[in-house]
Each structure stands twice: as structure tokens, then as C-alpha cells.
């Protein structure tokens, strides 16, 4: 790949990603979707910038990262699933908070909802989702670490500070949580950014050669 389509690839994989946070409000199946293409496009262009800047980490840790978030994703929705299916977790959860409910979800909108709940009949319902919660952080935050090392390759060998910057917001909005992900929201449209501004880097003059040492006569 040429240095133009890498960053083309990894801009437009950048802007997917945010695309696709947003898209989290309206749709999670839309959320997962743009955010494996465009995850995919990125690792592309890194692979890329790798390759023309001859730097393997750059391309390393984005696979790493990579492949992190696969198995996260993989291992959330397994548990979420779980939850929801194939035990009463949610439908008990539900039962407390919409006293009237029994089962039937398309009943669920006529139902008055329980406005002082007992805070020890919601407890118990707490645990197994936080646990889900808890390993989706820690994937994000490997996912962002190694994210971090790989822009950071990136930001050293192109002299873009924009990608350090994006990959910074994305390292501590990975650890702090709930806001942090206004920073990670914010540090992928940096990164987008960052990618756009990547220019060739110029062509290193030949040096002059040396007149011929003369022969003693």
C-alpha cells in the first residue's frame, strides 16, 4: 500500500469508529458492525504506515489491539446473552421494578412502573451485570493501550502530534470510567484527524560526490 491509501484507510476506519459510538444511542447492532469495519480498516492503515515508515511496532500493536477487542466483544456479548436468556436475571430484575409484570414483554409498556423500589430487592440483580461491565473495562483498556503504543510509533515517525494526543485521550479515557468515554470519543476524531494530516516525507538529497583523488605523477 501506498503512504496516500494507508492514511485514507486508517482516517476513514477512524471516522467508522466514532461514527459507530454514536450509533450505540439508536442501535448496538449498527454500533458493532461500524465498529469491526472500521476497526479493520484501521489496522489496515497501520499496517501500512508500518510498512512505509519501517516500524513493525506501529503495526504490531495495533494488531494486538486489535485482537483484543475481538475476544472482548466476543466474550461480552457471550455473557450478556447469557444473562438475558438463559437465566431469570433480567426478566426477575424487571419483575421488581414493573410490579405487574409476568413474562410478556409486549405487555411491558402498559405497566405501571414501581417508582419507590426496595433497594435490597435490586441488589441481588446488581452482581452478575457488573461482572459483565467490569471485563468489558478491562478489554477496553488493553484495547486502548496497545492503541496508545501504536499512535504513538505513528506520531514519532510521521512528526503528526495530533496521533500522541488521540492516543493519550484514548489510554485515560480508557481508565477513568462512564466519562471517559467523552475522551475516547473525543481521541478517535483526533485520530481521524491525524491520519488526514500525514504529508510523504522528503526525499533525502544524494549526497555530493567527491571530485576523484589525483594520481601522482
Given at each position: 500500500m501506498t503512504l496516500e491509501s494507508s492514511k485514507i484507510l486508517g482516517g476513514i476506519g477512524a471516522v467508522l469508529l466514532f461514527v459507530g459510538g454514536l450509533a450505540i444511542l439508536v442501535q448496538p447492532l449498527i454500533t458493532l458492525f461500524l465498529g469491526f469495519i472500521g476497526a479493520l480498516l484501521l489496522l489496515f492503515g497501520l499496517k501500512g504506515l508500518a510498512d512505509?515508515?519501517?516500524e513493525k511496532g506501529i503495526?504490531?500493536?495495533?494488531?494486538?489491539?486489535?485482537?483484543t477487542l475481538i475476544v472482548g466483544a466476543v466474550v461480552s456479548l457471550v455473557g450478556f446473552v447469557y444473562l438475558f436468556f438463559y437465566t431469570s436475571y433480567?426478566?426477575?430484575?424487571?419483575?421488581?421494578?414493573?410490579?405487574?409484570?409476568?413474562?410478556?414483554?409486549?405487555?411491558?409498556?402498559?405497566?405501571?412502573?414501581?417508582?419507590?423500589?426496595?433497594?435490597?430487592?435490586?441488589?441481588?440483580?446488581?452482581?452478575?451485570?457488573l461482572a459483565i461491565l467490569v471485563v468489558i473495562w478491562i478489554f477496553v483498556f488493553v484495547v486502548a493501550f496497545f492503541t496508545w503504543r501504536s499512535l504513538k510509533g505513528v506520531a514519532s515517525k510521521s512528526n503528526v502530534g495530533l496521533f500522541s494526543t488521540a492516543?493519550?485521550?484514548?489510554?485515560?479515557?480508557?481508565?477513568?470510567?462512564?466519562?471517559?468515554?467523552?475522551?475516547?470519543?473525543?481521541?478517535?476524531?483526533?485520530m481521524a484527524i491525524a491520519f488526514f494530516q500525514i504529508k510523504p516525507q522528503p526525499e533525502q538529497p544524494m549526497a555530493a560526490m567527491s571530485p576523484p583523488?589525483?594520481?601522482p605523477v
Open positions: 512505509y515508515y519501517k503495526f504490531t500493536n495495533g494488531l494486538y489491539g486489535f485482537i433480567v426478566t426477575d430484575l424487571v419483575a421488581v421494578l414493573y410490579p405487574g409484570f409476568t413474562g410478556d414483554w409486549s405487555t411491558l409498556p402498559n405497566l405501571t412502573v414501581n417508582s419507590n423500589p426496595n433497594a435490597a430487592d435490586i441488589v441481588p440483580f446488581i452482581g452478575p451485570i492516543g493519550l485521550l484514548l489510554l485515560v479515557g480508557a481508565i477513568i470510567p462512564m466519562l471517559g468515554l467523552i475522551l475516547m470519543g473525543i481521541g478517535i476524531l483526533l583523488l589525483s594520481t
